[in-house]
């Protein structure tokens, strides 16, 4: 049903109708039977939309930084986002007042720069080392923000195998795949556990009596098995060595 007149009109019953001017996220109505239709509530007061208004407007500011990373994060080909805030008047960790840097791993420029540029809330001021021009309404916007800082590191794999036990001829290619899954799967600035990779390790290849995940090819040590999460700090695995 397309209204070609101004003004309130009644929708037949089961009739949708498609709204020009939508309103965001309502795009049809439909018209519902009148005699189906029981109870209801009473239209808010004046008093009760603004308390309303207050509220939602206070929950986006407590969400800003959050919508952003969403934003960002749906970006086809984006495997990470990372945000952070300095509302206050002084630079705290490198990052000036009253701005937001935002650290990105893949997405195209552009895409990214768009997705930045319409979820950071006006007032606040981009900040990093990558610029990125935009075109918004015919008016060329710079957009700013950061590139994902990649560390590939090297992975060492000591094990060994049940008395009487064989391990599977695709043992190295499965363990692989562990260590690239826990890599891929921590977002940026995370710490990764090596640790954890022993648990899923042992799990997957029973004739395993033992393994041990390092990024030291002589250490055996608690420190050998973290990697430190850092700003902007994406770990890739680079290379692995298996020694039994």
């Known amino acids: 049903v397309y209204c070609t007149e101004y003004g309130y009109f009644t929708v037949e019953p089961s009739k949708y109708a498609t709204l020009i001017n939508p309103v965001a996220g309502l795009l049809s109505a439909v018209g519902i039977d009148g005699?189906?239709?029981?109870?209801?509530?009473d239209a808010d007061i004046d008093e009760s939309v603004r308390l309303k208004i207050i509220a939602q407007l206070a929950r986006r500011g407590q969400s800003n930084m959050a919508a952003i990373k969403s934003a960002v994060s749906a970006v086809e080909g984006v495997r990470s986002v990372a945000v952070s805030h300095n509302p206050s008047n002084s630079t705290?960790?490198?990052?000036?007042?009253?701005?937001?840097?935002?650290?990105?791993?893949?997405?195209?420029?552009?895409?990214?720069?768009?997705?930045?540029?319409?979820?950071?809330?006006a007032g606040i001021t981009m900040n990093g080392i990558k610029n990125v021009t935009i075109t918004d309404d015919g008016v060329s916007v710079v957009v700013?923000?950061?590139e994902a800082v990649m560390a590939y590191t090297d992975i060492y794999v000591?094990?060994?195998?049940?008395?009487?036990?064989?391990?599977?001829?695709?043992?190295?290619?499965?363990?692989?795949?562990?260590?690239?899954?826990k890599m891929d799967t921590a977002g940026l600035s995370e710490t990764?556990?090596?640790?954890?990779?022993v648990t899923e390790a042992m799990a997957v290849v029973p004739e395993l009596s033992y393994i041990f995940f390092s990024t030291s090819s002589a250490g055996k040590s608690?420190?050998?098995?973290?990697?430190?999460?850092?700003?902007?700090?994406?770990?890739?695995?680079?290379d692995i060595t298996f020694s039994n």
């Open 144 to 146: 700013t923000y950061n």
């Open 192 to 197: 990764v556990y090596l640790s954890d990779c």
């Open 222 to 238: 608690y420190s050998d098995t973290v990697l430190t999460g850092g700003i902007g700090r994406l770990y890739a695995l680079d």
């Open 158 to 181: 000591s094990y060994s195998a049940r008395d009487g036990a064989t391990l599977p001829s695709d043992f190295q290619e499965i363990i692989t795949r562990i260590v690239e899954k």
């Open 35 to 41: 005699d189906a239709v029981d109870n209801g509530t």
């Open 92 to 121: 705290i960790d490198g990052i000036p007042p009253h701005s937001v840097s935002i650290y990105v791993a893949g997405g195209e420029d552009e895409d990214v720069a768009r997705a930045i540029y319409h979820s950071v809330p």
